[in-house]
């Protein structure tokens, strides 16, 4: 492809790719295949190019705005763009398995991966002192590997009964191989009075950027000569958005005509930043603001006091901490907007997602003018069976967008119920 929003001396890119597959079944001897029905071994290899969006490389570049009255108003672009700029390029290769037994009632898809991507084109945030507050630079290097499994199984089969069950479950491992000189990391995204989620060498593309509580050499947490937590002095990483591992489960039964199909799913470890709890919290709108008589009689923070605090006139450095504050301060200096580790939660969570009970109607009944009739209830999103995070569901920062990892203001998530019907010609 020739790209052009690219430089024209440089905006070509080429994404070739080769897949191949054995299937090992064929040749393996029948004492074999009665039980390994059959198996096939694959493996491919693709490259894949990209460019950028408009304007990125022509300086300047005028934004329209609305009209001031009747006059048309331009703003010059507050982002150096970049005449030199390249194609991004992904390269990725796969190996993977299918495995059936038992006259395909028991089969295993398994598969592993690896990408990395080279010159990926983003913003990089610079000191507003020169006129402008980012540049678009090919930023470096990120690599991608992972795991991917799947398990399905016929667990009882008879004349009128069936009973279905299957299982997924994925891993994937990213990291910043490099970035370009003179850049130490990539902001991705700024959430205000909160976090920031960047790209830093070495670490998970989507590190969770903010200030965490300040520990003794115990791990126990300061506290100030007034009770309050002593923030980090600087920002720091506190932890990837990318989960440990993803993965559901669906149970189907089937008896003559009748079919129920339940489908779980899950998500264990990825970081989340709520500023719906953080800003609840402070405004005295979430229920932990008023149990356990906190407003009433205040709070005493575990933690001990740094080093250097005075009490009364007494050196209290490293003893427990006894001094007490209000809840309105605490929920305040305690929480996100100063220590931003304390509204920094698990995203782990297992929902039923979806059941489905379908009815196919006798294709007697339609004396052959219709091949096949059903119809089916569904509930969708119907229940949060565990999560670790209060007041909200952990997938609201999860979107279809690489930037993850932080919500606010989010609508209550909604269950659907719904009916469906499947005709055949």
Do not use: C
Request: aromatic residues 12%; hydrophobic residues 35%; neutral net charge.
């Amino acid at each position: 492809d020739w790209s052009s929003t690219l430089p024209s001396s440089n905006n070509s890119y080429f994404y070739p790719s080769v897949a191949g597959s054995f299937i090992l079944s064929e040749i393996l001897p029948q004492s074999v295949t009665s039980i390994l029905s059959y198996a096939k071994l694959r493996a491919s290899w693709a490259q894949v190019g990209s460019d950028t969006d408009p304007y990125r490389i022509l300086d300047p570049v005028y934004n329209a705005r609305p009209n001031f009255g009747s006059n048309p108003m331009v703003t010059v672009a507050n982002v150096i763009n970049n005449p030199n700029l390249k194609p991004e390029t992904t390269q990725s290769y796969e190996f993977g398995t299918d495995l059936k037994f038992f006259k395909n009632r028991l089969s295993i898809d398994a598969a592993y991966y690896k990408s990395t991507t080279k010159d990926q084109i983003a913003q990089v945030d610079q000191s507003s002192t020169t006129g402008y507050t980012g540049r678009i630079l090919n930023i470096g290097t990120i690599e991608n590997h992972g795991v991917e499994l799947s398990l399905n199984a016929t667990i009882v089969q008879t004349r009128d009964f069936q009973w279905d069950f299957g299982v997924n479950w994925a891993r994937n491992r990213n990291k910043v191989v490099s970035l370009i000189d003179g850049v130490d990391n990539v902001r991705l995204a700024n959430f205000p009075f909160s976090v920031s989620i960047e790209a830093r060498e070495g670490q998970p593309y989507g590190v969770i950027v903010g200030t965490d509580y300040t520990y003794d050499s115990k791990g126990n947490k300061v506290v100030d000569e007034n009770g309050f937590y002593v923030p980090t002095a600087t920002p720091v990483p506190l932890g990837s958005v990318l989960a440990n591992f993803t993965g559901g489960a669906t149970s189907t039964l089937t008896y003559k005509n009748l079919s129920l199909s339940v489908l779980v799913d899950y998500q264990s470890g990825g970081k989340l930043f709520s500023l719906s709890n953080m800003w609840g919290k402070y405004s005295g709108l979430l229920k932990e603001t008023a149990e356990n008589g906190i407003r009433e009689n205040g709070i005493v923070v575990p933690g001990v006091y740094a080093e250097g605090s005075v009490v009364n006139g007494e050196d209290v450095s490293g003893q427990p901490n006894k001094s007490k504050i209000s809840a309105i301060d605490h929920f305040f200096e305690n929480q996100g907007y100063i220590v931003a580790r304390a509204d920094l939660y698990d995203a782990s969570f297992v929902k039923l997602r979806e059941v489905r009970l379908s009815y196919s109607l006798p294709r007697k009944w339609f004396k052959d003018k219709v091949q096949n009739m059903s119809v089916s209830f569904i509930g969708r999103n119907l229940a949060i069976l565990f999560k670790n995070i209060p007041n909200i569901d952990p997938e609201a920062a999860v979107s279809s967008s690489n930037i993850q990892g932080s919500e606010g203001g989010q609508l209550p998530t909604i269950r659907s119920l719904g009916f469906n019907l499947t005709v055949g010609f």
